[in-house]
């Protein structure tokens, strides 16, 4: 069935650090793509999404790419900030069904 | 807007208890879903109802796990037994419509323990 790999955390950087969260599919049809945050105490929040093949979704200085050809919608963000630590999960869509990733911590020291 | 609201946002009982949760979607949203989101994994989707109908509940352990939607509005997620499995935080989602472009909004989500 569909399925969702994301990098293992933690992850930890220090304020103004370049992001990267690898994140791989496998799907038989043609899915949506999301990045959801999950800050502390909270639920999950839509960050970004893409729906079909080259689009860039992009929110709060996050973005990703869906690329077709590799099966990844790795999430990236040029100068991270410690309000951004938080669990940031990879989710696919595809008819009814949505398949989440394992989730990546990430902490952002000062 | 009013997000999903859902209450009690913690509950801690005992093994072979029963503990009901309950979900209040976003107003006009056909589509509420139920997931157990165990610690370090990512969320795992238990049932899906589109108004007051299920259409999907293939993951529900339905032998001790049931839920309902009767008004196609609120909808509550019962245990009974709870086993210590069972411990995990239940998030509760809604969206506009199904499918890959039904954009799914959370819960705060209630974190149960069972000892």
């Known amino acids: 069935g569909d399925s969702v790999t994301q990098m293992e955390g933690p992850v930890t950087l220090s304020e103004e650090a370049f992001l990267t969260i690898n994140c791989t599919y496998t799907a038989t049809g043609y899915p949506s793509l999301f990045w959801y945050v999950q800050y502390p105490g909270e639920g999950l929040q839509l960050l970004l999404k893409a729906t079909k093949a080259d689009d860039k979704g992009s929110n709060k200085g996050f973005e990703a790419t869906y690329r077709k050809e590799t099966t990844s919608f790795h999430l990236e963000k040029g100068s991270v900030q410690v309000s951004d630590s938080a669990v940031y999960f990879c989710?696919?869509?595809?008819?009814?069904?949505?398949?989440f990733g394992a989730g990546t911590r990430l902490t952002v020291k000062p | 807007e009013a997000g999903v609201a859902q209450s009690p946002r913690y509950k801690i009982i005992e093994k072979r208890q029963s503990v009901a949760f309950w979900c209040n979607p976003i107003s006009g949203h056909a589509t509420l879903y139920w997931y157990q989101q165990i610690l370090g994994q990512g969320p795992k989707l238990l049932i899906q109802f589109q108004n007051n109908g299920v259409v999907d509940d293939s993951q529900l352990p339905k032998d001790r796990f049931s839920a309902e939607r009767l008004k196609g509005v609120d909808s509550t997620l019962k245990i009974q037994p709870a086993k210590l499995e069972d411990s995990a935080v239940y998030l509760c989602?809604?969206?506009?419509?199904?499918?890959?472009?039904?954009?799914?909004?959370f819960g705060p989500g209630t974190r149960l323990t069972v000892t």
């Open positions: 989710a696919l869509s595809d008819l009814d069904d949505m398949r």
């Open positions: 989602a809604s969206s506009l419509g199904r499918g890959r472009l039904g954009e799914q909004y």
